[in-house]
């Protein structure tokens, strides 16, 4: 059984940064772990996934060079730093725990999921 808590969310401003962070209980070290987001009327959608058992990370492509994906596996914790934010950026964050090591941007390759944690970013 794992629990994902999120926190670290809030109102930014344009080109603003935020941290959000995922504490993680149980058995995570052979999972994969992403972020998704949803914003208000839209699907929830892949943000970033990492595999600490393989060293792989993987980005979408409408944050590659803004979002950092890390972790510290003694203490069971996932952040998401999110740089160079947009408005687009806006929505609800969720940290999810992978079936496998394999970082998936797929949402049914996950099968815990934290309750999210709200990120506006205002023009």
């Known amino acids: 059984q794992v629990q994902l808590v999120e926190s670290g969310g809030g109102l930014v401003q344009d080109g603003g940064s935020l941290r959000l962070s995922c504490a993680a209980s149980?058995?995570?070290?052979?999972?994969?772990m992403g972020w998704f987001r949803q914003a208000p009327g839209k699907q929830r959608e892949f943000v970033a996934a990492s595999s600490w058992s393989n060293g792989i990370t993987r980005y979408a492509d409408s944050v590659k060079g803004r979002f950092t994906l890390s972790g510290d596996t003694a203490k069971n914790m996932v952040y998401l730093q999110m740089n160079s934010l947009k408005p687009e950026d806006t929505g609800v964050y969720y940290c999810?725990?992978?079936?496998?090591?394999?970082?998936?941007?797929?949402?049914?390759?996950?099968?815990?999921w934290g309750q999210g944690t709200q990120v506006t970013v205002s023009s």
């Open positions: 999810a725990a992978g079936r496998s090591a394999v970082p998936s941007p797929e949402l049914a390759a996950y099968d815990y």
């Open positions: 149980g058995r995570t070290f052979s999972r994969s």
